[in-house]
């Protein structure tokens, strides 16, 4: 008995080095690819003539590409046409307006509030046609910045669901897979970025229904990459911890918490890393440490404590004025 239990002791030690060791090597590659510049142009080229749909950010609405830079300088500069998708049509179309006289990529617009569940019809008919080789799914929406318990939350829970959850899955099941993923798959290429969060790698209380949401992108995006990889499609889900955006109130930056266009040229770098990036070196050092918290303390009252303490003062103190 005693040999076995030598033996299940030496096995164990080496998975757990193995582990370690995993780890460190994807650090290294984080560390490598943060200093690396953005992708080459002829990769976003090859993946087809339209990146889209995107979503250009509201007050309420945290998206990836939150300002006119990443659309002006990131997608259209590398030669793609794009599709950009939001609720007021006047943004977009001065948006539009200024990438196309700027980069000479032709911009299409589509108006819809992604809260609602009648607008996935419409989309499919302004997208056919089109050959769509990139597409971000960014859109999102946090019922309150500051920590809260559960019924404490706005009366918002239907449309966090439609926008967080069902905008996701809709975007690449009925009606749109026949128009962006099954194209993708035979032309065996294609790049879907979906946009989570950090609070999705685990449960967080105060934050619960943004969590839970936000978690299911995490997992479906990893499950779509699982059954579509074979086909030369890179399906990746980004992590991201702090980000000065509309969402977050425009929060003041530092070390973790980045602004929008140095959030988005970083984590283009980590496109090619695998089915889940937090997109940000900072934020891959965050991830790592709270990951060595055991999950009992996230769900402690001292945690909760310093959520609904601390942590409020420093969001109140550090939310932007404009």
């Known amino acids: ?150 019924l404490s939350v706005p009366d918002e829970i239907q449309s966090l669901i439609q926008c967080n959850v069902t905008s996701v899955v809709k975007g690449h099941g009925a009606p749109m897979t026949q128009l962006i993923l099954k194209p993708m798959e035979s032309r065996l290429r294609g790049l879907i970025l979906n946009i989570s969060s950090g609070v999705a790698l685990c449960p967080w209380p105060l934050y619960t229904l943004y969590s839970a949401s936000k978690a299911f992108v995490c997992t479906f995006s990893k499950a779509l990459q699982a059954e579509y990889r074979a086909k030369g499609i890179i399906i990746q889900v980004l992590t991201p911890y702090a980000v000065s955006s509309p969402m977050t109130k425009y929060l003041n930056t530092n070390m973790v918490t980045k602004r929008a266009d140095e959030f988005v040229r970083e984590s283009l770098n980590y496109v090619t890393m695998g089915d889940e990036t937090c997109g940000c070196l900072a934020h891959e050092v965050l991830a790592s440490f709270l990951s060595l918290i055991p999950a009992w303390a996230f769900y402690s009252r001292t945690f909760q404590r310093f959520l609904l303490t601390r942590y409020m003062d420093y969001l109140r103190q550090n939310v932007s004025t404009r």
């Open 1 to 150: 008995m005693g040999e076995y239990l030598e033996q299940f002791f030496i096995l164990l030690g080496l998975l757990v080095c193995l582990a370690g060791l995993a780890k460190c090597m994807r650090f290294c590659k984080c560390v490598l690819l943060s200093f690396r510049k953005l992708l080459p142009r002829s990769f976003l080229q090859s993946m087809g003539q339209w990146a889209g749909p995107e979503a250009i950010a509201r007050l309420d609405v945290h998206v990836f590409f939150t300002d006119r830079l990443l659309a002006r300088k990131l997608l259209a500069k590398c030669g793609r046409n794009m599709v950009l998708i939001s609720q007021t049509l006047e943004k977009l179309q001065v948006l539009a307006r200024e990438i196309e006289q700027t980069t000479g990529s032709r911009v299409r617009v589509i108006q819809a509030d992604f809260t609602k569940d009648d607008i996935y019809e419409s989309i499919k008919e302004e997208l056919k046609g089109l050959e769509v080789g990139i597409l971000v799914s960014n859109v999102g929406m946090l019922p309150n910045l500051l920590p809260s318990h559960f």
